[in-house]
């Protein structure tokens, strides 16, 4: 089956909604193949944002990928990548539809980067990519 790399991101955690994260995957039917807590590091997050670098975003969004432990989770599905981005929402949180987890629990906070709460992998390619970097020991 298809599988994921979905991050809880720093602001998530935080805010105590990483139960609420993984209740949604889960009652959508993904299985949960793989969570665990942990602190990024900057090689961790260069290889993992390699696509953003040199984006006005980059260096504050690294900087609040650092600000606090993240939750890496591997999820599992048929078009899970697909249905993952579908249960998280837009990208920008202020605009995600309600009923998303971006669109729910998410807001804009003034702050250089959109804290968004979650990432998801967006291909097959990026989520064996991601899956071998926040999972290699
Ligand atoms: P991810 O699942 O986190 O990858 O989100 P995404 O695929 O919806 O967004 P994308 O990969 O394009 O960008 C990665 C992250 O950078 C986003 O989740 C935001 O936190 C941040 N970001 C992306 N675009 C912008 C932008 O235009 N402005 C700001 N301030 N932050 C952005
Ligand atoms: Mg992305």
């Known amino acids: 089956a298809q599988r994921s790399l979905v991050l809880v991101k720093p602001d998530g955690v935080r805010r105590g909604l990483s139960g609420e994260i993984l209740r949604r995957i889960e009652a959508k039917g993904y299985t949960l193949v793989a969570v665990e807590l942990r602190s990024a590091t900057p090689e961790l997050l260069a290889a993992h944002y390699a696509e953003h670098e040199g984006k006005p975003?980059?260096?504050p969004l690294v900087?609040?990928?650092?600000?606090?432990?993240?939750?890496?989770?591997?999820?599992?599905?048929?078009?899970?990548?697909e249905g993952f981005?579908?249960?998280?929402g837009a990208t920008d949180p202020t605009v995600a539809a309600p009923g998303t987890?971006?669109?729910?629990?998410?807001?804009?906070?003034?702050?250089?980067?959109?804290?968004?709460?979650?990432?998801?992998?967006?291909?097959?390619?990026?989520?064996?990519?991601?899956?071998?970097?926040w999972f290699t020991s």
Not at 66 to 81: D, F, K, N, T
Not at 85 to 88: F, G, I, N, V
């Open 57 to 59: 975003f980059y260096g």
């Open 63 to 81: 900087e609040f990928m650092l600000s606090g432990p993240v939750l890496a989770v591997v999820i599992e599905g048929q078009r899970c990548i």
């Open 85 to 88: 981005r579908s249960l998280a």
């Open 101 to 133: 987890i971006r669109g729910d629990l998410g807001r804009d906070w003034g702050v250089a980067v959109q804290q968004n709460l979650v990432h998801g992998s967006d291909s097959e390619e990026s989520a064996a990519r991601e899956i071998g970097i």
